[in-house]
């Protein structure tokens, strides 16, 4: 009999899902980002669920404080890529019996610090008994319904684009779970970009404003799943000709004799949003992001052939269809 | 410094909260059933988590599909005690590594199973791997806000009521559990009231159309807990004169020479809902619930007195407030 370690996460969330039946007139598919239902007048009511256990995602070094507002900002984040205002977070706790009191005043500490940070207040929840810190946040929105932006609808001539640089989470694991070295100066930041992820909410909230976007997915499972993923819902392929990698990976990269464009691509715990923008409207989002103080950077374009390549001078080399999944490790 | 052990589920939920800001206009306190948020027009959208974890929750005997078919139960349990339909439901699944393909499929078709009884969908989730079975299943509903039955409102002279008769979880418990013995005609009823529980929705749903329950809460927890939380949150007392003892569970108290009232009294995983109804609506309150094929069971009285007592005889006996807790097993 096969067992979970070796089906992994896609496939068990493909078993599960047969087994279900689909809502009539479900807004939003199985496998976007956020779930929703139709609530009238054009409105969706947006729900998500995402899981913490520390065994998986919570790194040495990690506070049991930034562990739960981590909960916090990994949900916020799935909101951010659909463009959707989180109103109210409940949360489901499993505590080990070794856990203190301090350990439970940080975690309610934590999590309202994570809410507090983009607006949305913890109303309720449940806790029992666990062998792991399990903390399973759930996240509630309204959406205007022609303003959520799903996976699915890149088009090519579409502008690829990121709100931000990659690879620092995946230097800043490195250290963190591999101990290896960094150069003082930048150790911080690679650290911090673990410890202390941000979700692009005002980001998401503006470009889903401009309705200038085709499909968003956030990168918390690497830069090359995300691109792979609106690629496969939109069917349509890309060509990233611009790699964003971040300074301070490529500083961690050469001294530790690693590949910058691997860590770039085939991270995860990144929440910078990846989307596609009409190409008419990209000044436009461009601004909209620019004025909330955030940035859009172009990394390459929609194409009607099938696969992600990048462009590396006159070559093109495949992106592969792969990055964190649970249950693989 | 003091672990979880010996803080115990409630004081941990109260440390917690006291890290929590309040999210402004709040329409339910924190410590009710749901959660809930203000949509305008008079209703609520109204939500849930409630975590099972096998360690905890999970009695010998009991499958995959089961436990799964019982964590979408728990939930629609607390919808029905406050009479909310359960539009939708998200699930977090924390899956150990020993289990199988067989047991993920048990896993779908039992979530499945549970919301499909109650009408309702899983349109939603996210899964990873855990050391114990976790399945934090999230609900979402929506209310009129008059109709809500919180744990607040019972008023001296109301009459306190049940669904149903208590004490055959606590005995399916100790023949799963402890292995105790129980004639074979009823052991299945007792084994089943524990691994098949079903939540009193149609029961609540009509009683909120009535609007004759001034305070309502599910028996998870155990009846004893569930008077003296109405009681609590109420600012009031009980006088209960008639012990609501399922006959098998006096038949199995008697085979194991065990005391039948502290079975039906301090039991838990038991599902039916306790409630307080307006003297003057109890007829009519009784009559909707015998519609839809249900009963409602008058136990006792609200009283001004501080205190949850049971009359035996001539002779009041205090019922204790304590109930099944995480924690402190």
């Known amino acids: 009999l096969k067992k ?20 009539p007139k479900m807004p939003v598919p199985f ?58 977070a409940l949360v489901a706790l499993g505590l080990p019996k070794r856990f203190t009191k301090k350990d439970i005043e940080e975690i309610g500490s934590g999590l309202n610090a994570g809410a507090h940070e983009y607006g949305t207040y913890i109303i309720g929840g449940d806790t029992g008994e666990a062998s792991d810190l399990v903390i399973a946040v759930s996240l509630f929105g309204i ?61 998401g909230l503006t470009l889903a404003e401009t309705r200038a976007v085709s499909a968003s997915i956030d990168s918390s499972d690497g830069l090359a799943w995300s ?29 530790n004799d690693l590949d910058s464009m691997a860590l770039t691509l085939y991270g995860g715990e990144e929440y910078e949003l990846v989307l596609t923008v009409e190409p008419s409207r990209w000044k436009e989002a461009q601004k909209a992001v620019k004025n ?22 006159a070559k093109q080399v495949p992106i592969e269809a792969r990055g964190y999944e649970h249950f693989k490790t």
């Open 227 to 255: 691109l792979h993923e609106i690629a496969r819902s939109s069917r349509v392929g890309m060509r990233i000709d611009l790699l964003p990698t971040a300074k301070e990976c490529e500083t961690f990269a050469v001294r």
């Open 31 to 88: 496998g976007d980002d956020v779930s929703a239902f139709e609530a009238g007048n054009g409105r969706l009511i947006v729900l998500k669920t995402d899981m913490l256990v520390d065994k998986t995602d919570v790194p040495p070094g990690m506070s049991p404080w930034q562990a739960a507002r981590k909960a916090v900002v990994m949900n916020v984040s799935d909101f951010a890529a659909k463009g959707v205002k989180p109103i109210a």
């Open 292 to 313: 909330v103080g955030g940035q859009l950077l172009k990394i390459g374009k929609v194409t009607s052939e099938k696969g992600v390549v990048l462009e590396v001078g």
């Open 143 to 203: 959406a205007a319904k022609d303003a959520l932006m799903l996976r699915s609808g890149a088009k090519p001539g579409d502008v690829v684009a990121t709100t931000g640089l990659f690879g620092k989470t995946s230097a800043g694991l490195k250290i963190l779970v591999d101990d290896l070295k960094a150069p003082e100066k930048i150790r911080e930041t690679l650290v911090d970009s673990v410890l202390m992820p941000t979700a692009r909410l005002r980001e």
């Open 4 to 23: 979970t370690q070796y089906l992994g996460e896609r496939r068990i969330i493909d078993i599960i899902q047969r087994h279900l039946d689909p809502m």
